[in-house]
């Protein structure tokens, strides 16, 4: 059995966007496996509000075509479909008019958890929170749940924060980082803080160096409109590759309590020290066979934004010193991969022979494919021939431990989302961390666009920019293979 399925109090989820690609890919498809899996309560009801002219009905038939789309058939229980299409219903609404308004304050219950997603442009949070206040449709005690990005800059995050906090208190607030919601995320902090085993190893004096890598095979064609004025420091960078760094590096908060935990982690964005800028390598796809280049997907031929980027980051404190954290992140690259590898030091002293093969454990911590963790112990390899050393995995992957059910570990937003019905905001990002993080981000983005510096060409379906080896063989070091 993967995980006991604890069922939520009755709640009012409201998805603004419930039209959109990612209710329809994600937040609607993980609603229905809670329900499926018997989490939801039979006072669950979900509504959906986007500004198209929909009756219940027809969202039911919306949401249903969606299921089919992103589920695989295995998981579509005709039983359980009806079931959940049943909890739905739908609101015309226009977040920044006056139409529908009325009719969703109708449609609201007292005495039930009442949620917000905002999966709208972020140009339009603002708007939904003014009239979810104005027309008293928000409890005193509602949540809301807004998604990336949160701001393109410190400034514009400040302004966020500000605008939501004159309608919600913060403990009403869920920042959305779904990377934080995926089953190994949390894994790495049992691993972490319920062993014996690594804490007392977690330290500079016996960890080599971290990397973490989020690598996607996908370009930005699609979005490139909107990408082009991101770029992979902001898109990625600045949250998910940020919170998986603080997981790694913050110290062990005294409960795993939401406000203990990002005290922990604010601190590390905190003691992040300034990069300097040859500890960085931005890139950018060319054409390939029959994919268009970076500039082409971009519709701006003389784009300067990042693709990919790979950066030496040091944490200052006195666990770290002295040990890097390698980040890399790219579009169109080799293979779809996201891990983090934690690379202990080699042993002081070898008793063997230089050439036996000897090298260092490894922990490596896998959030796609393949969720799981293996660490690499050294032993010797097997039949005569005097001392071989070799290293093997000693495998946690869940697909081999958990069998069939690893299939079923919930996705990173089905247990999010349950969590902001329970109340629990440890797996989101508060403001303060958000402008932590823009605040280390914001001068390295200046500098570079001050000084138009041009990402590097790198080929689609490599590994990224030459310079990035580069960066890693100067510390004598090496990136892992990207595989999928
Ligand atoms: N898609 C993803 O994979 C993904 C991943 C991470 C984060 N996000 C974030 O999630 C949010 C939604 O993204 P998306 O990809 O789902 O966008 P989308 O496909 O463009 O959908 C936008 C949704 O908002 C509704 N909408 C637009 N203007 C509105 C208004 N004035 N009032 C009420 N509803 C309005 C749209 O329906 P109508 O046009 O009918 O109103 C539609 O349902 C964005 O903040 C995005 O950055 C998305």
Same mark, same amino acid.
């Given at each position: ?47 959906? +509000?986007? @500004? ?17 789309? #992103? ?29 529908? =308004? ?70 009403? !607030?869920?920042? !959305? ?15 972490? #803080? ?21 690598? %996607? ?35 062990? /908060? ?7 935990? @990002? ?23 060319? +054409? ?17 934004? %990042? ?16 040990? /890097? ?20 030091? %080699? ?21 796609? /494919? ?27 992957? #869940? +697909? ?37 993080? =823009? ?8 500098? =570079? ?17 030459? %310079? ?17």
């Amino acid at each position: 059995m993967v995980s006991r399925v604890i069922p939520v109090d009755p709640f009012d989820l409201v998805i603004f966007g419930g039209t959109g690609d990612l209710a329809r890919r994600k937040i609607l498809p993980g609603l229905y496996r809670r329900f499926r899996d018997g989490q939801m309560p039979d006072g669950a009801r979900i509504i959906g +509000a986007a @500004r198209g002219e929909m009756d219940d009905k027809g969202y039911h038939d919306f949401v249903a075509a969606a299921l089919t789309e #992103f589920l695989p058939q295995r998981a579509l229980d005709p039983t359980a479909v009806e079931g959940f299409l049943g909890l739905l219903g739908y609101i015309t609404v226009d977040a920044t008019g006056k139409d529908g =308004w009325a009719q969703l304050a109708k449609r609201m219950r007292k005495g039930v958890v009442q949620a917000f997603y905002f999966s709208v442009a972020p140009s339009l949070f603002g708007a939904l929170a003014e009239r979810l206040h104005k027309h008293k449709i928000a409890a005193p005690e509602a949540r809301i749940v807004v998604e990336k990005p949160f701001g393109n800059d410190l400034a514009t995050a400040r302004a966020l924060n500000a605008t939501l906090a004159e309608h919600f208190d913060e403990t009403q !607030i869920y920042r !959305i980082d779904h990377y934080l919601g995926k089953e190994t995320v949390q894994n790495l902090m049992a691993v972490r #803080f319920s062993n014996m085993l690594f804490e007392p190893l977690w330290k500079n004096q016996y960890i080599d160096h971290v990397q973490i890598t989020v690598a %996607e095979t996908v370009g930005v064609g699609g979005r490139g409109a909107y990408y082009d004025t991101s770029g992979a420091m902001r898109d990625m960078v600045q949250n998910h590759l940020m919170q998986l760094l603080c997981l790694i590096a913050m110290e062990p /908060p005294s409960k795993f309590e939401p406000d203990a935990v @990002r005290d922990e982690k604010l601190k590390v964005i905190r003691a992040l020290q300034p990069v300097d800028l040859d500890d960085i390598v931005r890139g950018q796809y060319r +054409a390939g066979a029959d994919t268009p280049s970076y500039t082409e997907d971009a519709e701006n031929p003389d784009s300067l934004t %990042e693709s990919f980027i790979a950066m030496k980051v040091h944490v200052a404190n006195w666990r770290w010193n002295g040990t /890097p954290f390698y980040l890399r992140t790219g579009k169109r690259m080799k293979a779809r991969m996201s891990e983090i590898v934690v690379r202990f030091k %080699e042993p002081p002293h070898s008793i063997f022979e230089e050439d036996t093969g000897q090298s260092a454990n490894e922990l490596r911590i896998r959030l796609q /494919p393949n969720e799981g963790m293996d660490l690499t112990v050294t032993i010797k390899e097997p039949g005569p021939g005097g001392m071989r050393l070799v290293d093997v995995p000693l495998d946690m992957t #869940f +697909a081999d431990a958990l069998g069939e059910d690893a299939a079923d570990v919930p996705d990173a937003y089905e247990r999010l989302i349950m969590d902001v019905i329970r109340g629990n905001q440890t797996l989101f990002m508060r403001g303060d961390e958000v402008e932590a993080a =823009w605040a280390w981000t914001d001068p390295i983005i200046a500098t =570079w666009t001050a000084r138009e510096d041009k990402p590097e060409a790198y080929d689609a379906g490599s590994t990224g920019p030459e %310079e990035a080896l580069i960066l890693m063989h100067r510390d004598s070091r090496r990136w892992r293979e990207l595989t999928s």
